[in-house]
């Protein structure tokens, strides 16, 4: 018999706050106590009993555990307090993910207030299970590099792409990763018939999470260049990954070796020859969806898809919750 948790949502009105909300509202093992939105404060909260609380509303001392799914910048002052009064975090927004003070810098444009925390285990189960299981506080990853990581991991782990060459990202994301708040650009009449790059190259904030974490598997490869692009979609993420074969390997020889690697992971599929991964096996699912196309010996295609909000967000921090506390990995997400 496992123990119920006390649990708190942070963000719990953006999109991923959401969805987040949702899936825990039927974990078996998870009371909501509160969910946090100062903008919809008094309003019920859809899937509970609940309504809408003010920051200074939620008290932590209600509370076993907090999911943090709020901006940048924001998150690491409440993570601070969640942490000192003892309760465990998992972190949705990017304040814990990078592994250096000097790097945050680098990609966020400011100090971070607690270098100490960034030491939080990287969220992505398929790859940090073991780091991330029993832990207080985890850092989820963001939907474009969970994306784009589990289409890469086995290539990386293995070690059989070619020392030194580029890594080329070619992503897609839903309307949705942009978040709840209206801007200019996410509009419906500014994104209905229109599909448009953003932050190209190597200017896209994810880039250095991405890198990150690639480069902990295999650091002998080349440059990551990464674009994104905004889908005129509610939501789901496509990252089309095209790299090259190291010596010793063939294209044609990654489907058995994906297909291996992902033999034991319920909520990654890797889809037969010929198939091509699209947003329809994973819109509104907890999972990704991989496919697999060699382009001549020496080239591979990877396409890998998830839910930017569930598997990029709130399905996989509740993927790690259950890690932490020993709950089965799947309870809730399938």
């Not at 932590?60 to 309760?87: C, K, M, N, Q, T």
């Not at 690697?261 to 699209?278: C, G, I, R």
């Not at 990704?288 to 967000?313: F, Q, W």
Request: with cysteine; hydrophobic share 40%.
């Amino acid at each position: 018999m496992h123990q119920t948790l006390r649990v708190g949502v942070y963000g719990a009105s953006g999109y991923a706050g959401l969805d987040l909300v949702e899936i825990l509202a039927r974990h078996p093992y998870v009371e909501l106590v509160f969910a946090v939105s100062n903008t919809y404060a008094g309003q019920p909260v859809e899937h509970t009993a609940l309504t809408y609380v003010k920051t200074d509303e939620a008290s932590l001392a209600d509370v076993d555990v907090v999911f943090l799914a709020l901006p940048h910048g924001v998150s690491a002052e409440v993570a601070r307090r969640a942490v000192d009064a003892g309760v465990a975090v998992i972190d949705l927004s990017a304040d814990l993910r990078l592994d250096s003070a000097e790097a945050y810098q680098q990609w966020y444009g400011h100090v971070h207030p607690y270098p100490d925390m960034l030491d939080a285990p990287y969220g992505l189960p398929e790859i940090h299970r073991a780091q991330i299981a029993g832990q207080r506080v985890v850092a989820a990853p963001g939907c474009y590099p969970t994306t784009t990581l589990l289409g890469l991991y086995p290539l990386l782990k293995h070690g059989w792409l070619k020392p030194g060459r580029p890594i080329i990202v070619d992503a897609k994301s839903g309307v949705s990763g942009a978040g709840r708040e209206p801007k200019p650009n996410t509009h419906f009449v500014e994104v209905f018939g229109n599909f448009s790059p953003y932050n190209p190259g190597r200017s896209h904030r994810h880039v250095g999470e991405i890198e990150q974490e690639i480069h902990k598997l295999d650091d002998s490869v080349g440059t990551l260049i990464f674009t994104p692009h905004l889908l005129p979609v509610d939501r789901g993420l496509m990252a089309s990954i095209y790299v090259e074969m190291g010596d010793g390997h063939t294209s044609d020889q990654a489907q058995e070796l994906y297909e291996e690697t992902y033999s034991q992971e319920p909520l990654v599929k890797v889809l037969p020859p010929k198939a091509q991964a699209t947003l329809r096996h994973v819109v509104r699912t907890n999972g990704a969806a991989i496919s697999l196309t060699p382009v001549t010996p020496e080239y591979l295609h990877v396409t890998s898809v998830t839910d930017n909000l569930r598997k990029g967000a709130s399905g996989q921090a509740v993927q790690c919750f259950n890690l932490m506390f020993g709950f089965p990995e799947t309870t809730a997400l399938l």
